[in-house]
């Protein structure tokens, strides 16, 4: 085992002088009195090895020993990490002692003492190899596949195998024997480094399955598929955060993966504390029973928060392994790319723009790349679908994160600052932003089965009407009221009537927090009944008041329960008023 | 601090900065605190046996044969009840002329708490501001700045919102403040007669900007023993963080580093969020909240030190002067305090979301009718009516100077409401409209 000792100390940077070969990305563990500090190399010159350290650097000294494992950051995958809350480097954080944190002290994201009843689903004789399920344990509801470890990438035989019957996750539950006869035990415990993607799957084909989040602005004008990625962003203020909480209570996932890097402790808390006693819609259990947080606040050490992404990213693929529906969301990717931007500057590396390090645009895609559908080689499917948020440094969208963002993701919800500014939420930005998706073939083929043969020209309807209202307020506003003509006060409100009913969604209201696609097909196809009506109006005085009322009936239609009594009653009223002016 | 008996004393300094000193010595930890010719000093960098030390008062006429002495450990705070009522210097030597503070010593710019073991914020902090109490409420346990320009009243915002909130303890630091408002906040705290609840921590611009890094933690240091040993509600006031964020690139200067936007150090993010986020509510009850100040130059929030912070922090309060009614209101619509949710509605009146949206909906349509006037164009009668709403909700509202309940703020809203618009205008949830709308 190579050993070291510390010569230099800059911040979380030390450089340690080592005896014998080092490994780019090794882990060490520099020894200050009883405690261990974790680093990563990240540069090596001659035997100086350049670290950085997971943790506050406080009182280390020159002289300190360091032992290196021979490995690179690795997370420990196995049953019983749903509903954990884990730091960055994958240290239970409910298992440490105190209310603030130690330094140098590590948990076991697993429970060892824990039985699981486990089933098997191979037998012996089988050829296996890395991914391949070997059996089962229920964990939660989630049936978590017990599986070859992947880094045995050959082929394996199955010697023998566990009966079922209740196991901890360190016994061993299989033997296999490679092509040589030499034997390998398999427990439900197995070690991935994070910075490699698990590739155990047969292909990955373009997703095509829209993916439900209950947010109308994303499901109805610029959807989300399974496998898919996409990324939020926004000056502060804007609503990021809340935005992908509600995608996170609402979303069609088997699993939530949330990675709070680098941001408001209080916004975890708010995780941890609604997250249990909200109901998932679709299960009936708790939503905490679907989901692990990955928690680096943003006053934790950084190079730990750099490492968080990764460490989310990998219980991802290990989940999309057992053919699950993985969601995986990330609150900042600006704050990851800003730890990267630390390290680089204490190592004096010749800056890019802004100061951040010159690959960060491969950095970023390489990262999203690692989303995706994909088949397993069992013919199963899974999926991880990414959104990241992005925080660009003064509400600037062509700094160097959002740009590089913007080539790696395919779905863009861009925050408006102006929106947010006029309450109108979630603040997303009708006309600037995207979904890819809706160009895939195969993405509107899915569309029209699943909701209706016309769904995505309706859809394409709308998104033109709040372009051509868009046009028509601007013209409002230089001409004035009475220098344009009516009919752009009609396209202007029959906009606004859109905006204010499909897009503006109230998040802290029980009923209209989330709707469910027959509800948003529903809402979406009796607006845009309306905008097809010719209205009579004398006067453009005339058009506001009328078209008000109208908001006010369709949004008292959101906030009731659909299709209650309360619903028809705004509805019949909403259709009267229409009538009153329709071009007869 | 005097030197002790047996202590290696290093004289031979390698290299003088305007910030940093270099002298070759061994066995010294990093950010480990040092005397150079008596003055208080940090490590900041060690390279075998050189190690660089950042001295807080400057190096002006030091020699190189000045005397180090290293003391072993990291900057403290000596924390105790008789911290109260005191006035400290950023080394949390007393400047009141009263005699040292006798109590624990305690590292500053400690650990920080474990995420799981904080507790949601969830008790409101009555201001009694309406541009605060009803739009923008604060919760125990938030961290929010002031985001003003300097002509702007913000200390005396800041003063009013700390007589006025019920907080055991107030902890005000001071960071490049003047010597007339040091002065201000001193005279108000005890013509209030609350300073025996106060405890400041003060580098005014007589004192070297260098010495301001150490103001947050002092305070933060003094503020977790209040809160997390004795479980009390503690309120911290920064002002001005503009200035601390100034003392970093000073020193980020000098060391070296490469500067990434407006100059700041590239760290700046982490080096904020290391202070805000000691805002916490405590599990046995104690709390601390942070309310700061960040002055803008021009307004520009798109600097890095605004941009930073408004990232970190759970919102923003701007201040504006309303020519319409000539005071300075809290602007409703960049003002946001995140943690709102938490307490609106809840434990305030149900009725509370729906009508501060509403206000601000229709202050938005004022604005828009404002910009219209300005350009000429006709006004129409909803118009009208928007403007002088908008003016008599400035008024009886968002100004400052306005002291009221919550519930007051929500009826002398919905009177307004009632004034100006129909029952489609206004357009809250009918439950609310059949309690409150008063025919």
Not at chain 2, 130 to 147: E, H, M, R, S, Y
Not at chain 2, 335 to 359: C, E, F, W, Y
Request: hydrophobic share 40%; net charge negative; glycine share 8%.
């Amino acid at each position: 085992m190579t050993k070291g000792i510390v010569k230099g100390i800059i911040a979380n940077l030390v450089l340690i002088e080592v005896d014998g070969p080092v490994s780019q990305n090794e882990i060490c563990y520099i020894v200050k009195d009883d405690v261990k500090l974790m680093a990563e190399v990240i540069k090596v010159l001659k035997n100086i090895a350049y670290t950085q350290v997971f943790e506050s650097t406080r009182g280390l000294r020159p002289g300190d020993i360091a032992e290196f494992s021979a490995h690179m950051l690795e997370v420990k995958l196995g049953p019983g990490m749903l509903s954990k809350n884990y730091d960055g480097l994958q240290d239970d954080l409910n298992k440490m002692e105190g209310v603030f944190l130690k330094k140098g002290e590590y948990t076991d994201p697993l429970d060892a003492d824990v039985k699981w009843q486990f089933k098997p689903l191979a037998k012996p004789g089988d050829k296996v190899s890395g991914g391949h399920w070997l059996g089962e344990v229920p964990e939660s509801w989630i049936a978590h596949k017990i599986m070859v470890p992947f880094y045995l990438s050959g082929n394996y035989q199955v010697k023998s195998i566990a009966e079922a019957g209740q196991y901890k996750v360190d016994d061993t539950i299989a033997t296999l024997t490679n092509t040589q006869g030499k034997e390998i035990t398999v427990t439900m415990v197995q070690k991935w480094p994070v910075k490699i993607p698990i590739k155990t799957y047969k292909e990955k084909p373009r997703p095509f399955k829209v993916m439900e989040t209950g947010v109308r602005t994303i499901d109805t004008l610029n959807p989300m598929v399974e496998g898919g990625t996409g990324f939020i962003p926004g000056p502060f203020g804007c609503g990021k955060t809340v935005l992908q909480h509600a995608i996170s209570k609402n979303a069609d996932a088997d699993l939530i993966i949330v990675a709070a890097c680098g941001e408001r402790a209080n916004e975890v808390v708010e995780l941890f504390v609604e997250f249990p006693e909200l109901d998932d819609p679709r299960t009936g259990r708790k939503l905490m029973e679907r989901t692990i947080i990955i928690c680096n606040t943003s006053n934790m050490p950084v190079a730990a928060r750099e490492a968080s992404v990764y460490t989310a990213m990998t219980i991802a693929e290990y989940y999309r392994s057992m053919g699950l529906k993985v969601l995986l969301l990330a609150d900042s990717t600006s704050r990851w790319a800003q730890a990267l931007r630390e390290m680089s500057n204490r190592m004096e590396e010749l800056p890019g723009p802004d100061a951040f390090p010159m690959d960060l645009p491969a950095i970023i895609s390489n990262f999203y790349s690692r989303a995706g559908y994909v088949i397993l080689n069992n013919g199963s499917t899974g999926s991880i679908t990414f959104i990241g948020t992005v925080s660009p440094a003064g509400g600037n969208l062509k700094e160097p994160v959002t740009e590089s963002t913007k080539k790696a993701a395919r779905c863009f919800y861009a925050l408006s600052q102006q929106r947010a500014d006029s309450k109108r939420y979630p603040a997303v930005d009708p006309i600037d932003s995207y979904s890819k998706y809706l160009e895939y073939d195969e993405v509107i083929e899915n569309l029209n089965k699943l909701v209706s043969p016309t769904w995505v020209d309706d859809v394409l309807l709308a998104k033109n009407l709040l372009l051509r209202g868009r046009e028509s307020y601007e013209q409002i506003n230089i001409l004035g009221d009475d220098g344009v003509p009516l009919v752009y006060h009609d396209r202007y409100w029959k906009s606004e009537l859109i905006d204010r009913i499909i897009l503006q969604q109230d998040g802290f209201d029980k009923i209209d927090q989330s709707t469910p696609m027959e509800r948003q097909k529903y809402m979406l196809e009796l607006i845009l009944g309306i905008c097809r009506t010719g209205f009579e109006f004398e006067s453009f005085e005339e058009v506001m008041p009328y078209f008000i009322k109208m908001v006010n009936l369709c949004k008292q239609m959101n906030y009731a329960e659909f299709k209650s009594p309360d619903f028809h009653r705004f509805e019949s009223e909403l259709n009267e008023t229409v009538a009153e002016r329709r071009v007869k | 601090m005097t030197t002790q008996a047996f202590q290696r004393i290093y004289t031979k300094l390698q290299q003088i900065t305007k910030a940093t000193v270099t002298v070759q010595a061994t066995g010294v930890g990093n950010e480990e605190m040092a005397m150079v010719s008596g003055r208080l000093s940090q490590v900041v960098k060690i390279m075998g046996d050189l190690v660089t030390l950042q001295i807080f008062s400057g190096t002006e006429d030091i020699g190189t044969d000045a005397e180090v002495v290293f003391l072993g450990r990291p900057p403290v705070l000596k924390v105790g009840e008789q911290l109260a009522g005191r006035f400290f210097n950023a080394f949390g030597q007393p400047i009141d002329g009263g005699p040292e503070v006798e109590g624990k010593e305690v590292e500053i710019g400690g650990p920080s708490v474990n995420p799981v073991r904080r507790m949601q914020p969830s008790e409101l902090i009555t201001t009694g501001i309406a541009g605060i109490d009803l739009n923008n409420t604060l919760v125990t346990g938030q961290k929010i700045p002031f985001f003003a320009d300097p002509d702007q009243p913000f200390n005396q915002v800041m003063s009013l919102v700390a007589l006025r909130a019920e907080a055991d303890k107030i902890i005000l630091g001071g960071m490049g403040l003047s010597n007339d408002d040091y002065l201000y906040y001193k005279s108000a705290f005890e013509n209030a007669g609350v300073l025996d609840r106060i405890i400041s921590f003060v580098n005014t611009t007589e004192n070297p900007p260098v010495e301001r890094l150490l103001v947050p933690d002092m305070c933060l240091a003094a503020a977790e023993y209040f809160a997390a040993e004795k479980n009390e509600k503690v309120l911290v006031l920064l002002t001005d963080m503009t200035l601390f964020c100034d003392a970093l690139s000073i020193v980020s200067n000098r060391m070296d580093q490469i500067p990434s936007k407006d100059s700041m150090p590239g760290s700046l993010y982490s080096d904020l969020a290391k202070i805000y986020e000691k805002a916490v509510q405590f599990p046995d009850g104690g709390s601390i909240t942070i309310v700061a100040v960040t002055t803008l130059s021009g307004g520009d929030i798109t600097h890095a030190i605004p941009d930073n912070t408004g990232y970190i922090t759970e919102g923003q309060l701007f201040l504006r002067r309303d020519s319409d009614i000539s005071k300075v209101i809290v602007d409703p619509f960049r003002s946001l305090s995140r943690l709102k949710q938490l307490v609106i509605g809840k434990k305030t009146r149900a009725d509370h979301p729906q009508v501060m949206n509403t206000a601000i909906r229709l202050y938005a349509d004022a604005a828009n009718a404002k910009t219209k006037m300005e350009n000429g164009f006709d006004l129409t009668d909803y118009d009208e009516r928007v403007l002088r709403f908008a003016k008599e909700y400035s008024l009886h509202l968002l100004a400052i100077d306005v002291n009221l309940e919550v519930d007051d703020m929500l009826d002398t809203t919905w009177s307004l409401f009632r004034k100006h618009f129909s029952k489609a205008e206004v357009g809250i949830k009918e439950e609310f409209m059949k309690i409150h709308w008063k025919e």
